[in-house]
């Protein structure tokens, strides 16, 4: 990090989970969680809809609470940290990054430092301007600068939402389905610059992600969600395979490894039925 904390050069661990269990009245959504996050990693979480990615994200970044177990950021239960001094640590950015607000491009940017400031808004040995151009340029956003957020199309109102994270500065970064409404070139484009953004600072991601193939690509290491319980915890090579595939997501998958990586790749095989009325 270009920051490093004190708690950091304590603890190498970031996030530790540990039995953690979210109930809605008699109805389980997560089942006894546990899970280790070092320091600098970038894990995937998948699984099928409705098993449990999201409402565990809530878990993780505090906004929600759990029935039992926990959750400890940095070796201190994510529920004992200030507002501020979380979001000072941990930054999260939704499936539908920003919505698209009569903001300038500028403005929602340098928001992304209210949790440094203070209750002026200042902050002291910050050039919340040059931090913000330097975002800018990175991410090919300077020449909208001074464009409202409605006058953007969705792929560029993301990577809004990314440079507003990047100029936050988060030791951990929380992502839910971030590439959902993104074309091919843009759903590359954006993992490509959490991975460079990650090997300059550190930083540890933790993404909820559909996207099987670019999660295999991109993540050192995967957590399956299957009916709010973990399936598997590690690599894509050792939990990719056809019979989990089958198994968690109830299709029948071929997997390939990529030409360049051998990293698991998925294709989708039709039903018996529907290929044979072809
Ligand atoms: N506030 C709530 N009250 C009751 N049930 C809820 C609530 N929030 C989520 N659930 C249920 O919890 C389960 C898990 O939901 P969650 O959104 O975490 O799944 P998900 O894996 O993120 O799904 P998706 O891939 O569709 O986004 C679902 O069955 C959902 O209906």
Redesign the pocket.
């Known amino acids: 990090m270009t920051k490093q904390s004190e708690l950091q050069k304590v603890y190498d661990r970031a996030l530790e989970v540990a039995g953690l269990t979210r109930a809605?009245g008699k109805?389980h959504?997560l089942k006894n969680i546990s899970w280790n996050v070092d320091e600098g990693a970038w894990w995937g979480i998948i699984?099928p809809?409705?098993?449990?990615?999201?409402?565990l994200l809530h878990l993780l970044s505090g906004v929600d609470q759990p029935t039992s177990g926990s959750v400890h950021i940095y070796g201190k239960k994510v529920g004992s940290y200030s507002r501020k001094e979380l979001s000072q640590l941990v930054a999260v950015l939704q499936q539908e990054g920003i919505p698209p607000v009569g903001y300038t491009v500028r403005e929602v940017i340098e928001m992304g430092r209210f949790p440094h400031q203070d209750w002026l808004g200042r902050e002291k040995g910050v050039d919340v301007e040059a931090i913000t151009d330097r975002v800018l340029a990175r991410l090919s956003l300077t020449s909208l600068a001074d464009r409202t957020l409605d006058r953007l199309s969705g792929g560029q109102r993301q990577r809004v939402a990314l440079a507003k994270v990047m100029v936050q500065e988060p030791q951990v970064l929380l992502l839910d389905e971030p590439t959902t409404y993104l074309d091919l070139r843009y759903q590359l484009e954006f993992m490509e610059l959490l991975a460079e953004w990650r090997q300059e600072t550190g930083v540890t991601i933790i993404a909820v992600l559909h996207d099987l193939n670019l999660a295999a690509q991109f993540c050192d290491n995967l957590l399956v969600l299957k009916d709010g319980m973990v399936e598997g915890l590690g690599t894509s090579s050792d939990l990719l395979t056809e019979d989990r595939i089958r198994r968690v997501y109830g299709v029948e998958p071929v997997m390939l490894p990529h030409p360049d990586s051998g990293v698991p790749q998925l294709l989708l095989r039709r039903s018996a039925a529907s290929t044979a009325d072809q």
């Open positions: 809605y109805f959504v699984g809809n409705g098993s449990g990615k999201s409402t």
